[in-house]
């Protein structure tokens, strides 16, 4: 995979945690493609780019959401013009600092690459809660919460 494509994948997934985390529903769905499959933590599904961007809007005006601080792990070109994002994010619920490892995931984005632009065809997010695997929930708790303390320490808010 060419590094500026890689990098415009990432570019894709930062604009979708950076739009949740703004509680920007447009933002967070301006690169999904018209057909986009959406998967949320819960299990929820959504097809289509419109009714993403109506389902996390309602999300938007019925809670007071988490942010999302994220690790992305890799990116992977699986066919041309097809690559997939996999990341590590937890959550911080409103006005504190501390990560919530009850609601750690794993994400995955999928994006296509059509007329030189890369587009969004599948985000999910799936609870990680690996039952039995309490070292690891915690390990991943801590890295999470050392970004938090990292962002935090270079003068940037936390999310």
Known sequence: MIESDAEAVRALYRSVIDGWNDRDAAAMARHFAPHVHMIGFDGSEVTGSDRAREYVA?????????????????????????????????????????????????Q???AVKHDAAWRIVLFQ?????????????????????????????????AP
């Open 58 to 106: 309602a999300i938007f005006a019925n809670h007071k959401v988490a942010s999302f601080v994220s690790l992305v792990r890799e990116v992977q070109e699986v066919a041309p013009g097809v690559a997939i994002l996999h990341a590590h994010a937890g959550m911080l619920p409103p006005a504190q600092a501390t990560i919530n490892p009850a609601v750690n995931v794993v």
């Open 108 to 110: 995955t984005l999928v």
């Open 125 to 157: 997010n799936t609870p990680a809660a690996w039952h039995g695997r309490e070292d690891d929930v915690k390990a991943l708790t801590a890295e999470l919460q050392a970004e938090v303390d990292r962002l935090q320490g270079a003068g940037r808010p």
